[in-house]
């Protein structure tokens, strides 16, 4: 067996991995395929030991966001998919309040098409919900990479720091000066020259994402 085939395993071995990475034919993101049921369980502690410790533990990675499905990046994929999970998720809990956000990148899918997709899907699994720029209870996230999208469901997306790890690691060592943190609301829909993103600041930086998903 040459070095290279022993590098990356058989069938079964590629099978067998918990975490695997996936190639997204994008810069400054990366991909990873996970066995997990509830990837979201997993960045939700790894965010939260960010916030106690002020240590990110990941140098070059500025957010990490728990993709709970995929699908192709069309209208009616989106809206199926959105409606499932979120019909899944808030089964035996309130969705409340929530904001939706979106990245773009090598694709053409506009913010007009996405966030009445997502906007129908919710509200036909959670009549009752509303929409809460500011502060709400859920996040929901489109990421689109070239041909597919990425859904994920948040909590505590403001308390958090937008799921930026270099941004709770500074908030961490705020808050063990003495000083109050303040959380910055939730920003929809800005337009930058190389991705359509809901977050233009983060647009800027060349820190990689690290996005988790339980299939693909």
Do not use: W
């Not at 994008?26 to 916030?51: Q, R, Y």
């Not at 979106?102 to 129908?120: A, E, F």
């Not at 961490?172 to 020259?193: I, L, R």
């Amino acid at each position: 067996m040459s070095q290279v085939k022993a590098l990356q395993g058989d069938g079964q071995d590629a099978m067998a991995r918990q975490f695997q990475a996936v190639d997204t034919k994008t810069s400054n993101c990366i991909f990873i395929k996970t066995t997990l049921d509830h990837p979201d369980e997993l960045v939700t502690k790894l965010l939260n030991d960010v916030l106690d410790t002020g240590k990110t533990k990941a140098r070059f990675i500025l957010k990490i966001f728990p993709v709970l499905g995929t699908c192709r990046a069309v209208e009616d994929k989106i809206e199926k998919l959105v409606e499932e999970l979120v019909s899944v998720y808030f089964a035996d809990r309130a969705l409340g309040t929530f904001a939706t956000i979106y990245k773009v990148r090598c694709n053409s899918l506009s913010r007009d098409v996405i966030l009445p997709t997502v906007g129908k899907a919710v509200y036909r699994a959670c009549p009752t919900s509303k929409v809460d720029l500011a502060n709400p209870d859920h996040v929901i996230s489109v990421d689109v990479l070239n041909k597919f999208a990425c859904i994920s469901i948040m909590k505590d997306f403001n308390r958090l720091r937008k799921y930026n790890l270099q941004e709770l690691a500074k908030s961490a060592e705020v808050s063990e000066g003495g000083d109050v943190c303040s959380h910055p609301d939730v920003q929809q829909n800005e337009v930058d020259k190389n991705a359509t993103n809901s977050d233009q600041e983060d647009s800027k930086c060349q820190q990689t994402e690290l996005v988790t998903n339980a299939a693909v």
